[in-house]
């Protein structure tokens, strides 16, 4: 599963733009599962870290539907080997 946002203009990472981050989607094989959350910006607001300078989107909602999915899918995942 790959977790984008559609306002990540991180220049420290690369210059292609937000459209960056869901190339483990679109080149990746195998089964797989795309969430663009919009509005969201750079690290959806401290998933790296609390205090994360990088973190740059405060909106708890979303991060808290990124924890909720990841920790849904999580157990799937990992039990039927992909």
């Known amino acids: 599963m790959v977790i984008a946002v559609d306002k990540d203009i991180s220049a420290q990472e690369t210059v ?3 459209g960056w981050h869901t190339d483990p989607y679109r080149l990746g094989a195998g089964l797989k599962c795309l969430l663009v959350l919009t509005g969201g910006k750079h690290n959806l607001g401290g998933i790296s870290g609390y205090d994360a300078a990088e973190a740059i989107d405060e ?3 979303r991060v808290m539907l990124v924890q909720c999915l990841t920790w849904g899918i999580s157990p799937y995942s ?3 080997g992909r």
């Open 59 to 61: 909106n708890p909602e």
């Open 16 to 18: 292609k733009g937000p």
């Open 78 to 80: 990992t039990l039927s």
